[in-house]
T-cell receptor, first 117, second 112 residues
């Protein structure tokens, strides 16, 4: 199956700093990538949809100036949490899909555990 | 928007028994229904999916059924094994390139 990687797998940072998380599709081109957030024992909540070469579409309630998303190539999307606060501590997961050319499947990365002190 | 309900939230079975998890969706335009297995601290792993033009799909011990009229779909795991223990999520989307809306998850525990 298709492989999606995330880096880093876990990060601990101080309040007020920014953290960048990378999501890569390793063996396919992803026309669309998605970013989710998952709090302990809860489901995945969609944060934003990212299409290569265009601005991300954010879900209601997600601050686009705080969660910066860049999808510069067909294999890489980045999520930057700016001025992180303890309430931003969560498990961030990306997914990638080949899109209309490759079907509906979404393949998920292994996730990034963010802890803000 | 789409809303996906999933039941039960927890399910405990004995090894060898079957497990069934059910989901309902609200958006009649949804046409893709995947199931994911998530182990602790890991990302979700696609285990099976079904499209709206199919009523049932099977892959070894795992099967999924879809009733478009009733807007519900189910995951069936037969001959459960301890390694099947995990959180299972159903999801729905309108198709290629569109976001998945997830159910709240089912924690499956298989005891030997």
């Amino acid at each position: 199956g298709a492989v999606v990687s995330q880096h880093p797998s876990r990060v601990i940072c101080k309040s007020g700093t920014s953290v960048k998380i990378e999501c890569r599709s390793l063996d396919f081109q992803a026309t669309t990538m998605f970013w989710y957030r998952q709090f302990p024992k809860q489901s995945l909540m969609l944060m934003a949809t990212s299409n290569e070469g265009s601005k991300a579409t954010y879900e209601q309630g997600v601050e686009k100036d705080k969660f910066l998303i860049n999808h510069a190539s067909l294999t890489l999307s980045t999520l930057t949490v700016t001025s992180a606060h303890p309430e931003d501590s969560s498990f961030y997961i990306c997914s990638a899909t080949p899109g209309t050319s490759g079907g509906n499947e979404q393949f998920f990365g292994p996730g990034t555990r963010l802890t803000v002190l | 928007g789409e809303n996906v309900e999933q039941h039960p939230s927890t399910l405990s079975v004995q090894e060898g028994d079957s497990a069934v998890i059910k989901c309902t969706y609200s958006d009649s335009a949804s046409n893709y229904f995947p199931w994911y297995k998530q182990e602790l601290g890991k990302g979700p792993q696609l285990i099976i999916d079904i499209r709206s033009n199919v009523g049932e799909k099977k892959d070894q011990r795992i099967a999924v059924t879809l009733n478009k009229t009733a807007k519900h779909f189910s995951l069936h795991i037969t001959e459960t094994q301890p390694e099947d223990s995990a959180v299972y999520f159903c999801a729905a989307s309108r198709g290629a390139g569109t976001a998945l809306i997830f159910g709240k998850g089912t924690t499956l525990s298989v005891s030997s």
